[in-house]
């Protein structure tokens, strides 16, 4: 945790940078600018698990920061958390896999375990477009794709079997999550 708040994130900007030198500081040209909503989010539930083990105040309100840098990756247009952003919060490419809505899933859902009123009512209705954004990467074979290219359709190549961990792990925060919600969060279409 303290890596990740004194180095990996940005302390102006809040966002997570992805890549280095061998001095800890984000490397020089276009990589040094890459971040990753996926891993906005990612991140964003690490540090409010951690935050909420340890009852720290300052780690969940870097979470919720984090939580805020990753939806800045959501394409309203297109409704899933896009694959990269730069620096600035501008958008690198529009291109969609699979594992960033698992985790925008297990972010919302933390965020919103640990608010109340209306800011839990946001973070369930991010919760509840992640879930429809994870759900269009799912077959009705039991499989998944893994790209989402921006005309909605999807690369017709192997998905990476890494996805299921992110699978498994948003539905498994989604079941611990909806347990201590209750009945603030309406069980989502897809679901039905």
Request: with cysteine; proline share 4%.
């Amino acid at each position: 945790c303290d890596l990740a708040l004194t180095t990996f994130v940005d302390s102006e900007t809040g966002r997570l940078r992805e890549v280095f030198d061998e001095r800890w500081q984000p490397a020089s040209g276009d990589g040094g600018r890459l971040v990753e909503p996926g891993h906005q989010f990612e991140w964003a539930w690490l540090l409010a698990s951690y935050g909420e083990a340890r009852g720290d105040r300052a780690v969940s309100a870097a979470a919720r920061r984090l939580y805020v840098g990753g939806r800045e990756g959501i394409s309203e247009r297109h409704a899933v958390a896009v694959n990269a952003l730069n620096d600035d919060g501008s958008v690198r490419t529009t291109r969609a896999r699979l594992w960033p809505q698992a985790e925008w899933l297990k972010c919302a859902l933390i965020m919103a375990q640990e608010t109340t009123g209306g800011e839990r009512a946001a973070y369930l209705d991010d919760a509840s477009a992640a879930l429809r954004a994870l759900w269009l990467y799912l077959t009705p074979d039991g499989l998944w794709r893994d790209m989402r290219l921006e005309d909605g359709s999807f690369i017709e190549e192997p998905a990476p079997a890494s996805s299921l961990y992110h699978i498994v792990s948003g539905f498994s925060q989604l079941a611990k999550s909806s347990s201590l919600i209750g009945e603030d969060w309406a069980v989502p279409d897809v679901l039905r």
